[in-house]
């Protein structure tokens, strides 16, 4: 009689740990507007909810909850880039589900503009604030005259490096690309473990920039005539920056890992690599890594050019709040997505905090900003130095509406040229092959 | 899971006894049956009884319904639609599945998880029945504790797995740097185009090995010992008992054990799936057909394609279980 005493204990006890559970989901699975991970100030007025992944950004929502009575931000961090856009993708084939505004990187917004996912924001007093933004990041967000898109940040590339390697192998820092290979094999030469950069054949974005800045246009493409497109991915600017690259490759005198893995990270601190070819977020990408060195010495110079009397400017990265067509009240919605990150005290904390860098005018042009000093960087002002000159010089970049197909194939096409199974050339003919393929049964117009 | 094959041996067995002891006639029954009651009130009594197994079904049949008949469904059905990036949705009947089965990506995928099959399931087969037979061969703690340990991998959930393994095989945090160091060789880099196939098979083995020996052990168990002293009489040692006793009788059980084996691997995502964060490059999007099938959805937003290829994939597996159960009849006990 004991043990079956026990036994039926046991059995409830289970039982009601397990109901407990089912109590507890049902509970925050309410409507999305109960669960905001912020505090809403104004119970009264209308919420309007927000995914974004940006950090330190509860601070942005509380700046702009307690700044307005007419609105009030719901947030969620609904994942972080291609996490959040798959919840995305299905929200709307499902046509339900999608937050008001969400945060979008600049490279996929006409893939999501093609589905109908993405309001256009003329309609709603965009182009007021049209000049407070770069023109680089304005028409990253636009296509044709239609703005999909409010910029938030952006990703001006520069050179970090490690002065003290730098030093100790006796190289100076290099300002042209045939500078930068020469420093390599000096690096190799000295006896060093390591290497002077790793080229990651997932680079995705940053093997885009790379080829950006010796003039090649991979595509060309408007979302007002949505089935045409133009695609040139193999042409001669891509090519020699493959070339190159390649070179460096074969000859051992760059690695090849897969970027932003645990490996990858450790040795961005342990002085495997020297240099990391950066956007501006990548300072804060660094500073977030443990385990640092402490006698690493990191500085930045601009990124190495081609032709040194004609620097181009390169950007990788950045990204932008969207309002989406399931958006309930859109024009509290585009409220939001210009007044979040529209403000300066908001962008105090996303510097500061979030080690954005901002296309928002006012604060980019800022003493301020300009005379920020990083300590990370032994109190360099690597805006002023680097980063401001850098996000002056873009001047934008067109994406297709399938970009995430287009990165995974350039990421197969280059890991076969690392494994000497082709050179550069042939594989980008291979990819622009692939692509026109891929386009052309997704029933756009080619055009080359 | 007691496998069948083996009590229906013993039953052969015990109804042979049965008859060769003598019978008696089988029993009269004490009073004769019930005349069968008039049409309509059956009717009624077994609606009745029948109600109640509906309502017992009920709670399990709307689950099942609502998470694998509706979906499957709807799925099917947009898989009979093609839509595309630029012009939209439109309905094309069976389009998809021919595109699905002269899409070289998915072939390849296929071709891939078969040969994944052929290497892996005999590997995982062989360690589960050597483990199996030697613990069945030994009563000591030590077999006891042995069982456990070898189990112990399939408890780990299939994620976390793979992510342990994706760290042992890194050449930073992995020890194989060290331990190949120790005898002064440079440790093979395991996440490579030439290594990835290896490293996968190895990460399944270890994980499911020890399920698969945990059933047919079960099996083994269920076998009457008086077989192996008849076995033993005529003159068999251990290893013939082993081969040419034990492994035919646990046969039936080792064909479900082999169908398993055959869909999972046929099905095979999650550990590619997780050890593409480290090997990005050596594992592809479409390294497996399933893995093909989630990032047409998901990544590339091709969610009736994505269908087409998940149901085709489906029909290879029905197609390659039916033809494998058909090829192992009389073995498995179905026939």
Known sequence: MKTKFLASVGVIAVAAAALTGCSAGSESSGSSKATCTNKIVNADAPQVSVWAWYPAFEEVVDVFNNSHDDVQVCWTNAGQGNDEYTKFSTSIESKSGAPDVIQLESEVLSSFSIRNALVDLTEFGANDVKDKYTEGSWKDASSGDAVYAIPVDGGPMGMLYRQDLFEAAGIAVPTTWAEFATAAATLKASGSDGVLVNFPTNGRAFN???????????????????????????????????????????????????????????????????????????????????????????????????????????????????????????????????????????????????????????????????????????????????????????????????????????????????????????????LQERLVTYATEQGFTVAK | MIAPGATEEQNRTKDTDMALTELAPPPVPATPRPTRRPRRQIDRMDRKRQRWGWLFVAPFAVVFVTFLVAPLAYAFWMSLQTSTLATGTSFTWFANYAKAFTDPIFLEGLGRVASFALIMIPAQMIVALVAALVLDNLSTALSKFSRLMIFVPYAIPVVIGALMWGFLYSPRFGPATDIFGLIGLTAPDFLSQGTIFASLVNIVTWQWAGYYMIIIYAALRGIDPAIYEAARLDGANGRQIALRVKVPMISSSMVMVLIFALIGTLQFFTEPQVLRAVAQGAIPVSYTPNMYAYSLAFSYSQFNYASAISFALGIVVFAGSYLFLFLTRKQSGLK
């Open chain 1, 208 to 430: 885009q920039a790379l080829f950006a800045q010796a003039g090649s246009v991979p595509f060309v493409y408007d979302s007002t005539k949505p089935t045409d497109i133009g695609i040139d991915v193999n042409d001669q600017g891509a090519k020699d920056v493959l070339d190159y690259w390649n070179g460096l490759v074969q000859d051992g005198l760059v690695t090849t890992d897969d970027a932003f893995t645990a490996d990858y990270n450790t040795s961005l601190v342990d002085g495997t690599y020297a240099v990391y070819l950066a956007a501006a977020w990548g300072p804060g990408y660094l500073q977030g890594l443990s385990d640092a060195d402490e006698n690493a010495v990191w500085a930045v110079a601009p990124l190495p050019q081609w032709d040194a009397a004609n620097p181009v400017q390169v950007n990788w990265g950045g990204s932008t709040f969207a309002v989406t067509s399931q958006a309930g009240d859109k024009d509290l919605s585009a409220e939001v997505a210009m007044g979040l990150f529209g403000t300066d005290e908001s962008w105090k904390i996303g510097v500061e905090k979030g080690a954005l860098f901002p296309s928002y005018k006012p604060m980019l042009d800022s003493d301020y900003f300009a005379n920020l000093e990083y300590p990370f960087f032994g109190g360099q002002q690597i805006n002023k130095d680097v980063f401001l000159n850098a996000a002056a010089g873009y001047t934008g970049a067109t994406f297709s509406p399938f970009q995430n197909y287009a990165y995974d194939q350039l990421t197969e096409e280059l890991y076969s040229m690392v494994q000497g199974e082709q050179d550069g050339s042939q594989a980008l003919d291979d």
